[in-house]
């Protein structure tokens, strides 16, 4: 993976999108290749030489999306452009991965899989279920799905959220989680880290960064912002204006 091809999957479905994301997918960039050593792999798709859909593919052990297992490979992002779909490219890119994990010698192939009637074009479960992957568990819209290669696997499991909220007196506290696989949850970060600051002492910052296995474990939540104990979001990358009122309220509550 090099040139183009880094650019590509780096900035994951924000090709070009905008300044502020290609900085971030500089970082994300550096985490992939930081965990080729320990498995991470990522495989691009080619039409007559133009790019058209990535898959990231990784070790459980240090998937900082989770789910929780082990000797399983895990696929949690799969993308295809949209005047590339519908023509064999998703089923190609799902065949290399389960050839890495057999290569890896992992015992299964497990994939994050969504249930949203009103988002069907990322990670749909049906689509998983099409080739051949079967649910572990499912909570609410979203599940684990899984291929198995060896019979001795154990299924993996979703996490379970373990956040404790710790008051400090006369102050507005914000947690946040966040990991460098996804672009859009470093961005999310430095969004707060910068609104955060407008605010100097009265507010206090507390970040937990589920590159760091412990902190993941832990904690068990991947991604999330909490204000004084009370998760905030939007669904979709927290807006700088957005965690700005939100922490003004607070202040003046």
């Known amino acids: 993976m090099e040139g183009a091809d880094e650019y590509f999957v780096s900035t994951c479905s924000h090709v070009n999108e905008s300044d502020e994301l290609d900085a971030h997918a500089r970082g994300r960039l550096q ?3 930081a965990n080729y050593e320990k498995g991470l792999r990522v495989k691009v798709a080619l039409v007559d030489d133009n ?3 990535f898959l990231y593919l990784m070790p459980i052990e240090i998937c900082p999306w989770g789910p929780l297992g082990e000797d399983i490979m895990v696929l949690p992002c799969l993308w295809v452009v949209n005047e590339a779909r519908n023509k064999g490219i998703g089923k190609a890119l799902i065949d ?3 050839q890495e994990t057999q290569r890896q ?5 497990a994939v994050f899989g969504f249930y949203y009637d009103y988002c069907l074009w990322f990670m749909p479960g049906p689509f998983f279920e099409k080739y051949g992957f079967s649910a572990v568990q499912r909570r609410d819209e979203v599940g684990i799905l899984w291929k198995v290669f060896d019979e001795s696997a154990k299924p993996p499991k979703l996490l379970e959220r373990n956040y404790k909220f710790e008051r ?4 507005v506290v914000v947690d946040v989680f ?4 996804c672009l859009t949850s470093i961005g999310e970060a430095q969004r707060v880290r910068e609104v955060v600051a407008e605010f ?7 970040e937990y960064c589920g590159d760091d296995r412990d902190i993941l474990l832990r904690h068990q939540t991947a991604r999330a912002i909490f204000l004084n104990g009370t998760e905030i979001s939007w669904g979709y990358q927290a807006p700088k204006e957005g965690i ?3 922490i003004s309220k607070a202040l003046n509550s």
């Not at 966040?178 to 696989?181: I, L, M, R, V, Y």
């Not at 100097?200 to 507390?206: A, Q, T």
């Open 51 to 53: 790019r058209v859909g």
């Open 168 to 171: 400090v007196p006369n102050k």
């Open 244 to 246: 700005h009122e939100a």
């Open 200 to 206: 100097g002492d009265s507010v206090v910052l507390n």
């Open 96 to 98: 290399s991965a389960e």
């Open 31 to 33: 985490w992939l290749k």
């Open 178 to 181: 966040w990991h460098s696989f």
């Open 105 to 109: 010698k992992r015992k299964a192939l």
